[in-house]
C-alpha cells in the first residue's frame, strides 16, 4: 500500500512539474501577430475563432473563474457599454476556466442584477469555456509565477485583419476600467482612418491629434492662419480638429 501511495505521488508530482515547465515555456503573441484561432464552446453555442467573428474588431476578455466579485463587476460594466461596441463594429468574446454550465449559471444571475443602480442588461456577448487552459496558454495568459487562480486577466484587442493591435494583463484585484479599452479601440480606429497620426496621453475621440511626420507644405505654413498645426516645440506637433 505504501509503495503504491509513493508511486502515486511521483506520478502527480511529476504532472505538476510537466505543467509547471509547460507554462514556463508559453510565450505571449506579440502587437502585429496573428491573434491564434481557437475553438470552444460558448454561452452562444459553438464558437470557431476568429472564423465566426468575420471582418471585424474583436476584443478578448480572459477571467480565471466565474462568480469572483471583480470579474463580475467587468462584466455588468461591459453589458452596459456593449452596445457602443457593436457601433465600433466590435465584437466581444469572454473567456474563462469554468465549465459552460456554470458560465450559463453565471450569465443568468449577472443578467438580474441591478448595478449601480441602473437596470439589469443581458448579457449578449458568448462567454467561452475554457477549463482545460487550451485557449489561455495559446494566448500567453497563464504566469508561472502566480496561481492560475489569480491570472488569466488579459485583454487583447484584435483588428478586421485579425492583428493583435493591444494587449493588456490585470492583477485579480484591480478591475478593468472599460472606458480606457474603448477609448483605446476608439484611437486604433482612428490612427486607422487617417493615416500619419497618433495620440497624445489622456486623448480622448475629438482631441487633436499629434502628427509624427510633417508634410514640406504644412512645415512651410506653420504659424500662418490657414495652417491646421500647432507645434509645441520641434518635435510635437498636433493637427488641429477644425
Not at 47 to 69: E, L, S
Not at 72 to 90: M, N, P
Not at 193 to 201: D, E, F, H, R
Not at 205 to 218: A, I, K, N
Request: glycine fraction near 4%; aromatic fraction near 8%; proline fraction near 5%.
Amino acid at each position: 500500500m505504501k509503495k503504491q501511495f509513493f508511486i502515486l505521488a511521483l506520478v502527480i508530482s511529476a504532472s505538476i512539474e510537466m505543467i509547471a515547465q509547460s507554462n514556463k515555456n508559453v510565450t505571449i503573441p506579440l502587437i502585429g501577430d496573428d491573434a491564434p484561432s481557437f475553438t470552444g464552446i460558448s454561452t452562444y453555442g459553438k464558437i470557431d475563432f476568429p472564423k465566426d467573428f468575420g471582418r471585424n474588431w474583436k476584443i478578448i476578455f480572459a477571467h480565471p473563474k466565474d462568480f469572483t466579485p471583480v470579474c463580475s463587476s467587468e462584466l455588468l460594466e461591459l453589458a452596459q457599454q456593449q452596445a457602443d461596441y457593436k457601433s465600433l463594429g466590435v465584437q466581444i468574446i469572454v473567456i474563462s476556466t469554468d465549465i459552460i454550465s456554470q458560465h450559463n449559471d453565471w450569465v443568468k444571475s449577472l443578467n438580474e442584477i441591478k448595478y449601480k443602480d441602473r437596470q439589469p442588461v443581458r448579457i449578449e456577448f458568448p462567454l467561452v469555456a475554457d477549463s482545460t487552459h487550451v485557449i489561455s496558454n495559446k494566448y500567453g495568459m497563464i504566469h508561472s509565477s502566480a496561481s492560475i487562480a489569480l491570472n488569466i486577466r488579459a485583454v487583447f484587442i484584435i483588428d478586421p485583419s485579425n492583428k493583435i493591435r493591444s494587449i493588456n494583463f490585470y492583477p485579480m484585484q484591480v478591475g478593468r476600467n472599460m472606458d480606457e479599452i474603448k477609448r483605446v479601440v476608439v484611437a486604433l480606429q482612428t490612427i486607422d482612418a487617417q493615416k500619419n497620426v497618433s495620440t497624445p496621453a489622456n486623448w480622448k475621440p475629438g482631441d487633436s491629434m499629434l502628427v509624427p511626420v510633417l508634410t514640406q507644405s504644412e512645415r512651410e505654413n506653420i504659424g500662418k492662419p490657414n495652417s491646421d498645426i500647432n507645434q509645441v516645440a520641434w518635435f510635437m506637433n498636433f493637427r488641429l480638429n477644425k
